[in-house]
């Protein structure tokens, strides 16, 4: 089966695929909050009747949350499975939006035409731009050059908590021989990437308890000990001056990455004053010795994300708080174990506790393992080939400092390796106000995906 019909088809059909997207972004499919429970429903309605539109087998299943769409569609060649989600998330602050987030559009910048709207890059656009490809591909040639199953998440941004069991009691009806997940970015603008390795996540809180109540400060100043003070000391021994993390242990399972994978990160296009400008920062503050790019991809993190004790209102209020609070997250790569690292992690605090003072933990725990890719298989380095064809420059693998669960559930539930690729930009906005997806990377990453459905054929 040719390909260039088929990518002339996109380019004329862009409008109508347009139009669709839009359709589909309207519908305020926000996950977490039960509100719009309704609106995810007509989300995954949606992808229903779309999908039968192109002559999948289509079914919406329920699960305890937000329901998982499951397609199919034979065709010659290999299996795959391509994962998407359709939630999106909160809307919040909505005066801080130049437009309604759920009314999208098409608006005109310095830098090109965007789609504006919720869900523009995460996930509806990158989604529809695969399923898009295969659009195309159906009517120029009434088959694919694979068979195909779709699965489609309701329920991404938050948290997931139907995902793995869903996985487990449909394995049969979703092992394939790879997985295709379109969430991710590019590492710069016009380079088209392949996410080699993502990062993993350990999320913990403590209370750290000090006197049997609030005291004043005026009768216990000085005697009493305040349990702001010694958490503050506390998370400060988490790091020594260069940045490393001191915890006892934290970097086992840590591995170095190769020199041909750094070479490659090397002349990826990466601008680091860019990214770092566009966060309002000069310089980058993390482990010496480290690149940006190995920071933020291949090396491990401990982060200090709320600490909160006290009198939080306005004026002044003269006590020493008996309580102080901190959440933390961890980022992991390699073969870190998340739970060893959450002991080695709270036996850290605990050895720094002094006398009058103990510490609580959060019980509701998470984590999650690093994601690392199998690029040895032959279908990396083809589909590399075919979104360096697509884009007129060499694709490159890159790593992703947040993390996809997904990728390793493909793994560790269907034995599945994952291929990530997608088309956002860094300044999309994803997760806040103004959210939007280039006009270039939908119509070329329709382009893009059935450029790598022929190359994987």
Known sequence: MSLDPVLSRIDTDLDAALDRLMDFMRLQSISTDPAFTPQVDKAADWLVADLQSLGVDVTKHKTPGHPMVVGHLDGDGPHLLFYG????????PLDLWDNPPFEPGISDTPNGRVIRGRGASDDKGQL?????????WKAVHGTLPCKLTFLFEGE??????????????????????????????????????????????????FTLHGPAMDLHSGHYGGPAVNPLREISRIIASFHDDSGRVAVEGFYDGVNEIGDTLKRQWENSGFDEADYLANAGLTRASGEAGYSTLEQQWARPTLEINGL?????GAGSKTVIPAQAHCKITCRLVGDMDPDMLRDKVRAHVEGQLRPDTRVTWDNDLEGSKAAVMNIDRPEFEAARHALSDEWNREAVFVGMGGSIPIAGHFKDVLGMDAMLIGFAQEDDRIHSPNEKYDLRSFHKGIRSWARVLDALT
């Open 85 to 92: 989600h359709y939630d999106v998330q909160p809307v919040d």
């Open 128 to 136: 529809m731009t695969f399923v898009e490809a295969c659009r195309a």
């Open 156 to 205: 991404e941004e938050s948290g997931s908590p139907s995902l793995v069991p869903f996985m487990e009691a449909h394995k049969d009806e979703l092992c394939c021989d790879l997985a295709l997940i379109c969430d991710t970015s590019m590492v710069a603008p016009g380079v088209p990437s392949i996410a080699s390795q993502l990062r993993g996540m350990l999320k913990d809180e």
């Open 308 to 312: 909160w004790g006290g009198y939080q």
